[in-house]
């Protein structure tokens, strides 16, 4: 089975955003990949020191076979 791995912010530390709501449309999304055949999972990231490691431990639990990047996530200096 393929696998993928989807990346993006968690909707619940993005001010001004119904975190909720984002979030079981994330995970309805989510859904759809084992619709396809694909085993999926999410990593949320906060805007924080916690973001980089975070991110190394879900880009090396596995090897993907793809990984997909959500809008607004950028390295920034």
Same mark, same amino acid.
């Given at each position: 089975m393929s696998s993928a791995l989807v990346v &993006?912010? *968690?909707p619940q530390a993005i001010p001004g955003i119904d975190g909720e709501a984002l979030?079981?449309?994330l995970d309805a999304e989510l859904a759809r990949f084992g619709e396809h055949g694909i085993d999926a999972a999410m990593t949320l990231i906060v805007f924080d020191e916690s973001a980089e490691?975070?991110?190394v431990a879900s880009l090396t639990k596995q090897?993907? *076979?793809?990984?997909?990047v959500? &809008? &607004?996530i950028r390295k920034t200096e």
């Amino acid at each position: 089975m393929s696998s993928a791995l989807v990346v &993006g912010y *968690d909707p619940q530390a993005i001010p001004g955003i119904d975190g909720e709501a984002l979030r079981v449309a994330l995970d309805a999304e989510l859904a759809r990949f084992g619709e396809h055949g694909i085993d999926a999972a999410m990593t949320l990231i906060v805007f924080d020191e916690s973001a980089e490691s975070t991110l190394v431990a879900s880009l090396t639990k596995q090897p993907w *076979d793809v990984v997909v990047v959500g &809008g &607004g996530i950028r390295k920034t200096e």
